[in-house]
């Protein structure tokens, strides 16, 4: 079976803080993907990567930067945590096949106090 | 700027009934997708739709993608407790399977 693991289900850390959400995937996917989850925004993509070492600006970039120093592994970095950055973060990873569908982690719940 | 609108938001059924979620663009897309997403995991697919007009069953559920491949529906017959979740639609945008996402309808089925 397919597994996106995020290391972490709930987090919570202090304004200022430098975070690091870890994602790592077992389907040898060449994509992966960072989302926030917010209440009636939906899904709103940060970063992406569609190699080792490559990423690329989502939506809503600012704030976070990414790592990926091996395939199966994406960190999301949050520099400076903020009280804005309170949220549910999924990781996702993909084919390169078009129209493959995303498998996502279960999540990580982060609140910034 | 790509937009997925979804509606209703919010929807509380009795367990026998029908519903139809829309999902709605200005844009064009080359194929969405329909997730649903449970408390505590994540987003898991349900169906692709690719073709104009396309109709695709799921056992209860039926998607639909329009003709100009700017909007899409999912009815479900006959609703049950199981069904309750989060629907999302969401359309590739820029290439590497990257996806936007409408901000969902939360669905509620009553027993």
């Known amino acids: 079976d397919v597994k996106v693991t995020q290391s972490s289900r709930y987090l919570v850390k202090r304004t200022g803080e430098k975070v690091f959400l870890e994602c790592v995937q077992d389907m040898d996917h060449e994509n992966m993907f960072w989302y926030r989850q917010d209440p009636g925004l939906g899904l709103r993509l940060i970063y992406f990567?569609?190699?080792?070492?490559?990423?690329e600006k989502g939506d809503i970039p600012e704030g976070y930067s990414v790592s990926r120093e091996k395939k199966e592994r994406f960190s999301l970095i949050l520099e400076s945590a903020s009280t804005n950055q309170t949220s549910m973060y999924l990781c996702?990873?993909?084919?390169?096949?078009?129209?493959?569908?995303?498998?996502f982690g279960n999540g990580t719940r982060l609140t910034v106090t | 700027t790509q937009l997925l609108e979804q509606s209703p938001q919010f929807l509380s059924i009795q367990e026998g009934e029908n519903l139809t979620v829309y999902c709605n663009s200005s844009s064009v897309f080359s194929s969405l997708q329909w997730y649903r997403q449970e408390p505590g995991e994540g987003p898991v697919l349900l169906v692709t739709v690719v073709t104009g007009g396309e109709v695709k069953k799921l056992k209860r559920l039926t998607f639909q993608f329009g003709d100009a491949r700017k909007d899409s529906s999912l009815h479900i017959t006959a609703a049950q407790p199981g069904d309750t979740g989060l629907y999302l639609c969401?359309?590739?945008?820029?290439?590497?399977?990257?996806?936007?996402f409408g901000a969902g309808t939360r669905l509620a089925v009553h027993p």
């Open positions: 990567s569609y190699d080792v070492k490559m990423k």
């Open positions: 996702a990873s993909s084919s390169l096949t078009g129209d493959s569908p995303l498998h």
């Open positions: 969401a359309g590739e945008s820029g290439g590497y399977n990257k996806l936007i």
